[in-house]
């Protein structure tokens, strides 16, 4: 693996895990769902869809910053919808990224130059975009809807969070 970051896991009891991340972060305990697991932890989906919002909102931040915006506080809700493939195996067939800004979209001027390149800026969720859609939608804090990019359109992006 080189110089690239890696984590370690180490297997507690069943299907609880323990992820290593290194010397600076504390362990996080991983679990499978009931029934499989005891659910004494996220299970992987949820941790690919935490990594996929937060990828999302850390662009959108850093996009924010790049043009002297003040988006008053980012709150996401990110959800994924289950299929089956052609084995009959569980995938996860989609992802939906629902963004809301704390700031009314007048109180940032330059909003529609953060909104047209931040999802480019995001690592994972460009990678992820590769084999699983990734729909993404953005709303200010007036609940005015700014964004949406639905990578699926027969799926329903998650509603706006209040």
Do not use: W
Request: one cysteine or more.
């Amino acid at each position: 693996m080189g110089n690239d970051p890696s984590i370690t896991l180490r297997q507690i009891d069943g299907y609880k895990f323990e992820v290593d991340f290194g010397a600076l972060l504390p362990p996080l305990a991983v679990d499978e769902a009931p029934p499989v697991g005891a659910g004494e932890g996220p299970h992987p989906e949820q941790l690919l869809i935490a990594g996929v919002a937060n990828c999302l909102c850390a662009s959108l931040m850093f996009a924010l910053g790049k043009f002297k915006q003040d988006g008053q506080g980012i709150v996401a809700r990110a959800g994924f919808h289950l299929v089956r493939n052609a084995a009959g195996r569980l995938r996860i067939g989609g992802i939906d990224v629902a963004i809301t800004l704390g700031a009314p979209m007048a109180a940032m001027p330059r909003l529609d130059r953060v909104l047209a390149q931040f999802e480019a800026f995001c690592t994972v969720s460009e990678s992820v975009q590769a084999g699983i859609p990734v729909s993404v939608s953005v709303t200010d804090g007036e609940g005015t809807p700014l964004r949406v990019r639905c990578a699926d359109p027969a799926a329903l992006p998650l509603a706006p969070i209040p």
